[in-house]
Nanobody, 121 residues
């Protein structure tokens, strides 16, 4: 089992920045990749970004247009999501996701409980 705990959400004005963190614990040796998803009110959960634990290859949703950056600290078993130039439409609950598989676009095995990001106009 792997436990994922997100932090860093909050309220920010449009154009501002936030950095989310996700700390993994438990059987972290089983993790192949970590990802971030988000779910806005009334919408389906969507893929945001992913990073391979070994090698660090990164993958992003097309709609981000370079505004977000995913990174990892293997020593701390933590993945980060730096979010810049935030827009009101980025308002959502952001979920950390990870696990041993390859299907990070559709979601891996383990999920965090989410952290709310609210962007005011």
């Amino acid at each position: 089992q792997v436990q994922l705990v997100e932090s860093g959400g909050g309220l920010v004005q449009a154009g501002g920045s936030l950095r989310l963190a996700c700390a993994a614990s438990g059987r972290t040796s089983s993790i192949n990749a970590m990802a971030w998803f988000r779910q806005a009110p009334g919408k389906a959960r969507e893929f945001v970004a992913a990073i391979r634990w070994s090698g660090g290859s990164k993958y992003y949703a097309d709609f981000l247009k370079g505004r977000f950056t995913i990174s990892r600290d293997n020593a701390k078993n933590t993945v980060y999501l730096q979010m810049n130039s935030l827009k009101p439409e980025d308002t959502a609950v952001y979920y950390c996701n990870g696990g041993p598989g390859e299907s990070f676009y559709s979601g891996l095995e383990y999920w965090g409980k989410g952290t709310l990001v609210t962007v005011s106009s």
